[in-house]
């Protein structure tokens, strides 16, 4: 009985590795623990407390995710240990395992141990736990250089996005779309190619932090899903110039804003509809547009 729980603790720490491996290391992956954890907060802000959305939906998940990570990770080691308590552990003089629990006793060896803290006042006596409580302190170590390296991660990738967003935004108030379909084409073309770049830039930062969906901005010149529709009347403008060169910039960024569309739809929105649809319905998940 005493091997199955010790495997089960151990299923649960393999689990969340797992979880943080694809959330943060794989190209394009998102764990599935973290991903439902974003979708809960980001419904619960979005329905129950609309007010905190644009600001905190997004800080919440990866708090939400790091403490869940953190929980099972205490969890899955405190099953490891329970069936070993107290015969497989030496105790200090001050200690008196029979005073308590063998669960408690296992559950504060387990935070102790994650959070690398090294009281010394329970070591193990076994051999093989001998090996199995610095590798509980070697990913307690891993657990919060994780949760840093992903803040340090994820704020970059937002700052592109808004960037793009304000790019747009500077655009549209600026009546590009008149340049676009009749001024220079060598002018127009670089302003399409800009966006364009932008927009691959926004696409392939999504892929890699998928998480980053669920950050909002509160103003609408910094929000990617409000200004992004600009960029269909751009290539609409594009599309209508008598310049070759215009015209197949045009469509680059018609297939650049398309697959952006593409992958939010499949990711989070699920609408299945044609691109100005969907970027509707973008626009309206994050609090902008005729829906929100």
């Known amino acids: 009985m005493g091997w199955m729980i010790s495997s089960a603790g151990l299923f649960v720490v393999l689990v969340t590795l797992w979880d943080i491996f694809h959330t943060l290391w794989h190209p394009g992956g998102f764990g599935r623990l973290s991903q439902w954890?974003?979708?809960?907060?980001?419904?619960?802000?979005?329905?129950?407390?609309?007010?905190?959305?644009?600001?905190?939906?997004?800080?919440?998940?990866?708090?939400?995710?790091?403490?869940?990570?953190?929980?099972?990770?205490?969890?899955?080691?405190?099953?490891?240990?329970l069936p070993h308590m107290p015969e497989g552990f030496y105790f200090g003089s001050a200690l008196s395992p029979e005073q308590s629990s063998d669960a408690l006793a296992a559950l504060y060896?387990?935070?102790?141990?994650?959070?690398?803290?090294?009281?010394?006042?329970?070591?193990?006596?076994?051999?093989?736990?001998?090996?199995?409580?610095?590798?509980?302190?070697?990913?307690?170590?891993?657990?919060?250089?994780?949760?840093?390296?992903?803040?340090?991660?994820?704020?970059?990738?937002?700052?592109?996005?808004?960037?793009?967003a304000k790019r747009l935004s500077i655009l549209r108030s600026g009546q590009a779309t008149d340049v676009v379909a009749g001024g220079e084409p060598?002018?127009?073309?670089?302003?399409?190619?800009?966006?364009?770049?932008?927009?691959?830039?926004v696409e392939?930062?999504?892929?890699?932090?998928?998480?980053?969906?669920?950050?909002?901005?509160?103003?609408?010149?910094?929000?990617?899903?409000?200004?992004l529709p600009y960029a269909l009347e751009m290539v609409d403008a594009g599309r209508a110039s008598s310049s070759r060169e215009v015209r197949h910039a045009a469509e680059m960024l018609a297939a650049a804003v398309e697959s952006l569309a593409g992958r939010v739809d499949r990711a989070y929105l699920g609408t299945g509809?044609?691109?100005?649809?969907?970027?509707?319905?973008?626009?309206?998940?994050?609090?902008?547009?005729?829906?929100?």
């Open 37 to 81: 954890v974003f979708q809960l907060v980001w419904r619960v802000t979005k329905h129950v407390v609309p007010s905190l959305t644009r600001q905190l939906a997004g800080p919440i998940g990866i708090l939400g995710v790091v403490m869940l990570w953190t929980g099972l990770m205490v969890i899955g080691w405190t099953l490891v240990y």
């Open 109 to 164: 060896l387990s935070l102790v141990t994650l959070a690398t803290l090294g009281f010394g006042d329970v070591t193990p006596a076994d051999p093989g736990l001998r090996l199995l409580t610095p590798f509980e302190a070697l990913l307690g170590f891993v657990l919060l250089t994780a949760a840093i390296s992903w803040i340090l991660q994820v704020y970059p990738a937002l700052g592109r996005r808004r960037s793009v």
């Open 186 to 201: 060598c002018v127009a073309s670089r302003m399409l190619e800009a966006v364009t770049e932008g927009v691959i830039q």
């Open 204 to 227: 392939t930062d999504l892929l890699q932090y998928a998480e980053s969906y669920y950050f909002l901005e509160e103003e609408e010149e910094m929000s990617l899903a409000a200004t």
């Open 273 to 292: 509809c044609p691109t100005p649809e969907v970027l509707a319905s973008y626009s309206s998940d994050h609090g902008f547009g005729r829906h929100a």
